[in-house]
């Protein structure tokens, strides 16, 4: 009965939604501070 209506009322098909668009954020977030990590340390090596 969960998964019927999660899969076919709109609370459930917006409970869905939001819990992609939290996991694509959380995605997005991870890969710009490592990508800022690396670029600082990329940085901090030339300046020695």
């Given at each position: ?7 076919s ?11 992609g ?8 977030l ?19």
């Amino acid at each position: 009965m969960a998964w019927k209506d999660l899969m076919s009322t709109d609370y459930g098909l917006m409970s869905l939604f939001t819990i992609g668009f939290v996991f694509v954020i959380g995605a997005y977030l991870l890969r710009y501070a490592f990508r800022k990590m690396d670029e600082d340390e990329k940085n901090a090596r030339q300046s020695r």
